[in-house]
């Protein structure tokens, strides 16, 4: 996960989004952080359906008015 947040913080969004999906998929295992800068990059590629999953991954383990509002918003 070091790898992503260091392509993240680098501004190199679509590699360090690839390691998070792969994070996620293969090892099943994400901190909120890095579930927020997934679904910033997903967002900011047009890719909805995977913001709004990321998202409500967050929003299972941290039920915060703020981010129930980002989900409502974007899925309208």
Do not use: C, V, W
């Not at 994400?30 to 590629?45: D, R, T």
Request: proline content about 1%; overall charge negative.
């Amino acid at each position: 996960m070091s790898h992503a947040d260091t392509l993240y913080a680098q501004g190199k969004y679509k590699e360090a989004g690839m390691f998070y999906r792969q994070i996620l998929e293969y090892h099943r295992s994400y901190s909120p952080q890095m579930l927020a800068k997934a679904a910033f990059i997903a967002e900011g590629s047009d890719s909805y359906d995977e913001a709004l999953y990321y998202l409500n991954l967050l929003y299972s383990k941290q039920q915060d008015e703020a981010l129930y509002n980002k989900i409502s918003d974007l899925a309208t």
